[in-house]
């Protein structure tokens, strides 16, 4: 039985380091090491492998792996430090391993630089506003992080205000900074969030799946009502519909959307389409 | 770890957390108290009841600091709250695993992960693993250990009663065989919730 030869080999060497490679998908905890591609040729069948010495050391071809969150770099290995199960992204273009990292599910949000989060204004001091984003810290904003917005042309943001915004500055020694621009000085749908709707929070890892590419989810709320939605990916959502009413159906159904299987979900859509 | 550990046979062990009556029909346990001791708020204060909680949780917080990486995490602080609902034997060893479990579900990064296991030792020298508190209480020494689960290294130990060297070392081996039942109960129990995703 696998139970039963895990057990063994568990006994045997407390935590064998496994390659990354046979472990993608599957869970992995805090404390287990892995290997990359290129050190399994080193490594071996007992590791008693005889390679010929190479005088150019440069030959053996390296290839650099990005480690995201979750893993941590441990001498030449990835040490996982959250559970979650491993994935893997292979490079688009050009060289490169790609990107491993591990799919954990939390609650807490801690800020990363270029996500794009809703934030709540809670204080105005000066030139900066600042902003709760759900991390340790809040996060500051300056007035002239808006479009169009000058010295003279002050954008109207209240204490109590929502903001989308994105991150410029987000480690773990600094406060972090986001702005409500892009790059080339455009809103691009960031800025000040309108009057009415509902703001709650989910799971870090649901906002994942509903911002994935052809999530059905979406597709199937969209055609229910007509809606506004806002995701931020420190956990917290934003809705609006024509109605209260209908506001509060699509907040319930989207935070019960984590525990229900497509089936039901699917059984709850044509009752709310019906009714 | 605490001040009742022993190796020798012959030295009589204190039973450590016992109430210190302070005169005839007074049962009430020692008290200590702290002021101030918090500098934002405008006022703060400790209050100690018995000894017996406060070192309990010196020793979770010591194994977790011990096993979180926490220079991730500058200024800021890590709040661990412990509810008994039931003790049944061994509350140390239930308080660190449910401490372990709580630290991996809110995503907190850890170099491992640890487990608690109690053993207890009767009068004749039987080890008992996982005590019930019948078995705790009759017991000649009950003796707690945390391992970490990369190495089955020992990271805390917390022992009452009276012991020799020769079965400290039997209870720490046979703690460290039980702990990997408990590890793939963590395991099969983390790979249950995620599947369900």
Redesign the interface.
């Given at each position: 039985m696998a139970e039963a030869a895990s057990?063994a080999a568990?006994?045997l060497a407390?935590?064998r380091a496994r390659a990354a490679r046979t472990v993608l998908g599957q869970?992995v905890?805090?404390?287990e090491e892995l290997l990359l591609p290129e050190q399994e040729d080193a490594e071996g069948p007992g590791g008693a492998v005889e390679r010929p010495l190479s005088l150019n050391a440069g030959a053996r071809s390296r290839v650099r792996v990005v480690c995201g969150p979750?893993l941590?770099r441990c001498g030449d290995r990835l040490?996982v430090?959250?559970?979650?199960?491993l994935r893997h992204k292979e490079p688009g273009s050009g060289s490169g391993g790609g990107v491993y990292w591990v799919d954990?599910?939390?609650?807490?949000y801690?800020p990363v630089k270029g996500d794009h989060v809703i934030g709540i204004v809670t204080a105005k001091s000066g030139d900066i506003f600042k902003v709760d984003v759900g991390g340790?810290?809040p996060a500051s904003l300056s007035y002239l992080s808006f479009e169009g917005a000058t010295k003279r042309n002050r954008p109207n943001v209240q204490v109590g205000d929502l903001i989308y915004g994105q991150f410029v500055v987000a480690n773990?020694?600094m406060e972090p900074e986001m702005v409500c621009i892009d790059s080339c000085g455009r809103a691009n749908g960031m800025g000040v969030i309108g009057q009415d709707g509902l703001l709650f929070k989910v799971t870090l890892?649901l906002i994942r799946?509903l911002l994935a590419p052809d999530c059905e989810i979406i597709q199937e709320v969209g055609k229910l009502y007509p809606l506004e939605i806002v995701f931020g990916m420190n956990g917290r959502i934003w809705v609006k519909a024509k109605t209260i009413q209908q506001t509060l159906i699509l907040a319930n159904i989207l935070e019960a959307c984590?525990?229900m299987t497509s089936d039901q979900r699917k059984q709850i859509f044509s009752r709310l389409a019906e009714s | 770890m605490e001040e009742e550990m022993h190796t020798d046979a012959k030295i009589r062990a204190e039973t450590g957390t016992g109430s210190s009556p302070r005169g005839p029909g007074c049962s009430l346990r020692h008290f200590a108290c702290e002021q101030n001791l918090l500098s934002r708020p405008d006022g703060s204060a400790s209050f100690l009841q018995g000894v017996a909680e406060k070192s309990r949780e010196r020793l979770i917080r010591n194994t977790c600091e011990a096993v979180v990486l926490g220079t991730l995490h500058p200024r800021t602080s890590i709040t661990v709250v412990l509810q008994v609902v039931s003790d049944a034997g061994s509350l140390l060893a239930c308080c660190l695993n449910a401490a372990c479990m709580a630290l991996v579900d809110a995503g907190v990064p850890m170099r491992a992960l640890f487990c608690g296991v109690t053993c207890a030792l009767d009068s004749d020298g039987t080890l008992m693993l996982d005590p019930t508190s019948k078995q705790e209480k009759e017991a000649r020494a009950v003796l707690t250990f945390a391992l970490d689960s990369v190495e089955r290294k020992l990271l805390m130990s917390s022992t009452k009663g009276l012991y020799s060297d020769a079965e400290l070392q039997q209870c720490l081996a046979a703690a460290q065989a039980a702990s990997q039942h408990v590890f793939r109960f963590y395991r099969e129990s983390l790979q249950r919730r995620y599947s369900k995703s």
């Open positions: 057990v568990e006994s407390g935590s869970v905890l805090p404390g979750g941590r040490l430090t959250k559970c979650g199960r954990s599910q939390q609650k807490r801690v340790s810290e773990k020694d890892g799946k984590e525990h | -």
